[in-house]
């Protein structure tokens, strides 16, 4: 059997799932054969750069245009959608060519981008491999329902009900969870991962997250937590961003905290199951990772569109707070560390929403399309001889 896993870097979210598909592929189903591709390297260098990197400067310059952007084209009639597949279709020609000439017992998408192209091939008879998609985010933008798809795997009931509002059959929706690294299914004790980062456990730690680009109001949120008053453990991880790790590695910390910045780090499982507390954006794997450690969240600066549904939900389902401003942060937090009643409430709805095995319960879902596919296939030859 032989899996496509198709995604788009556009961020780390959707990339990151698709790695996790892979490896719970991998140890889960060991016969089955894996590919991995990312879109984008087949892409136009135009394309690529408007789709990749024209998303995140317009995502950290005008935020506002974004959010504008995602409700539109939420729209059960987009304006535009014509010219945006035209311009999709030109700018990913390589790609729609593997697509043909590749042989596959299915094809996973964990980006919305793959799964129009795809549909839009089979709708034409040029892929015969079945489509199954995952929704990288708690909700179902418009943009993911796209058929002909066979599967839908997705966080949980709100994104399921998008979906089935859009006119998908229940029956083709799966609730797996966000697929996350399969190590959140396997974390270490709380202890253990404290005493692995130095961590004493006597004073709240705190995780500062800023994405795997490390963009957004990094050094402002810094400045905020080093302002508390309550002595606290703060780690940092700024990703890719060097300048800004560097930046902040310069900043003088007050004597009653202790603070580290890191840069991309592996070690995002303990780091979480460490924390107290993730200040972060809520992008859809990040809010999965921290659900699976039981770590509340305090969200700030979400991109309008699907992180700021995103937090929502985390909100709706008490496992989050809000920080609306970063002059704010410093107030909002104090008054959360002081009340380990309503942390520790938080931490429990964390728990409830968690879905630490999604990468597995995605394996599984995305292998038996795949052998249903084949069966189908194998009766039609009969039939046929």
Not at 44 to 57: D, I
Not at 85 to 90: P, R, S
Not at 164 to 188: D, K, M, W, Y
Not at 219 to 224: A, F, I, L, R, S
Request: charged share 20%; proline share 5%.
């Amino acid at each position: 059997m032989k899996i496509l896993l198709l995604t788009a870097s556009v961020g780390s979210g959707h990339t990151r799932a698709a790695e996790a598909v892979s490896l719970a592929l991998r140890e889960a189903h060991p016969g089955v054969r894996v590919e991995t591709l990312d879109a984008l390297t087949l892409a136009s260098p135009l394309f690529r750069a408007f789709y990749g990197k024209g998303y995140l400067a317009l995502a950290e310059r005008a935020p506002a245009l974004v959010g504008w952007f995602y409700d539109r084209l939420d729209e059960p009639r987009a304006p535009g959608d014509w010219a945006r597949q035209l311009v999709q279709t030109a700018g990913m020609k390589a790609l729609l060519s593997r697509l043909r000439e590749g042989e596959w017992d299915a094809i996973v998408s964990t980006h919305f981008l793959t799964s129009e192209l795809v549909a839009a091939l089979k709708r034409r008879a040029l892929v015969s491999a079945p489509l199954v998609t995952i929704v990288t985010d708690m909700d179902a933008h418009r943009l993911w329902a796209q058929e002909p798809c066979t599967k839908y795997l997705v966080g949980g009931a709100e994104a399921a009900n998008a979906l089935q509002r859009r006119g998908v059959a229940g029956e083709r929706i799966a609730i797996t969870g966000i697929p996350i690294h399969p190590i959140f299914s396997r974390l270490p004790t709380r202890r253990a991962c404290l005493a692995e980062h130095g961590l004493s456990g006597t004073r709240p730690v705190i995780l500062q997250l800023a994405g795997g680009s490390g963009h957004g109001p990094l050094e402002d949120v810094y400045t905020g937590l080093l302002s508390l008053e309550k002595p606290v453990d703060l780690i940092v991880v700024a990703g890719r961003n060097r300048a800004a790790r560097y930046r902040l590695l310069k900043r003088l910390v007050p004597a009653r905290h202790n603070a580290r910045v890191l840069g991309f780090t592996d070690r995002m499982h303990e780091l979480m199951r460490a924390a107290d507390l993730v200040v972060s954006k809520p992008g859809g794997l990040t809010c999965s990772e921290a659900l699976a450690c039981g770590t509340p969240m305090a969200i700030i600066n979400p991109i309008p569109g699907q992180e700021s549904r995103n937090g929502d939900f985390l909100l709706e389902n008490g496992a989050a707070i809000k920080i609306n401003a970063v002059a704010a942060l410093p107030g909002k937090v104090a008054a959360l560390l002081e009340d380990p009643l309503k942390l520790a409430r938080l931490r429990e709805s964390a728990l409830k929403l968690a879905s630490p095995v999604a990468a597995f319960d995605a394996a599984r879902e995305i292998v038996s399309v795949a052998e249903r596919a084949a069966r189908s296939e194998r009766g039609t030859a009969a039939v046929s001889a």
